[in-house]
């Protein structure tokens, strides 16, 4: 079998290998696999994506199988049940923020008519691609993640710096971030118009 160069960071053979090579970069346009995304990136703060990855059964369990408009309707029990479920993080702060989400996210879906609509407005539908990178490295954030996540925060979100949401570009497809000798790089090129930055 041909072996295909990856990026270094998911070479671990197992889960975030898997993650790498089927779901991270690819272009989403499903809210709720945008819901779940962001509900695992603000989660994720101050810990690791792999044990994100290792507990996304139980984030689905405990979170309507990412239906947000189930989320947006929990209340104070559900946090209570949550924080019992074995494996969540017992963050009721969190519980509390992907609920709040939740609900921020639904009033988003309906003035757009749906989240993903909104979100990919800011580069009018483009995946970016920053040459730079190559050389300078990917960074934390940028002036999209930036503006994305002023924005959402104005809306109601928590959770949801420009690090966390430059994750969730970076994981939607909206920009590729993959090593360009990776053999993702291409094959994500090819799902979406393509924004070149300086």
């Known amino acids: 079998m041909e072996k295909r160069e990856k990026c270094g960071w998911c070479r671990d053979g197992d889960i975030l290998e898997a993650y790498h090579d089927a779901e991270w970069g690819a272009p989403v346009h499903d809210d709720r696999k945008h819901f779940e ?3 695992m990136e603000s989660m994720q703060c101050g810990l690791n994506w792999l ?35 074995p494996g969540m993080i017992r963050s009721a702060s969190k519980i509390r923020a992907v609920i709040g989400n939740a609900r921020c996210f639904s009033h988003i879906a309906q003035e ?5 609509r909104y979100l990919w407005g800011f580069t009018e539908g483009k995946m970016r691609v920053y040459p730079a990178h190559r050389l300078e490295g990917v960074p934390a954030r940028n002036e999209l993640s930036d503006a994305i996540s002023k924005d959402l925060k104005r809306r109601g979100f928590k959770y949801m710096g420009s690090i966390t949401v430059y994750s969730h570009l970076q994981a939607c497809g909206m920009i590729n971030d993959h090593d ?11 799902e979406q118009p393509v924004q070149w930055m300086d």
């Open 37 to 39: 995304f962001l509900l």
């Open 51 to 85: 044990m994100m990855l290792k507990k996304r059964a139980v984030f689905a369990r405990c979170f309507a199988n990412f239906d947000f408009e189930r989320v947006a309707a929990f209340d104070e029990e559900d946090v209570l049940r949550i924080l019992e479920e």
């Open 112 to 116: 757009f008519g749906t989240f993903d």
């Open 180 to 190: 360009p000798a990776c053999f993702r790089y291409a094959e994500i090129m090819r």
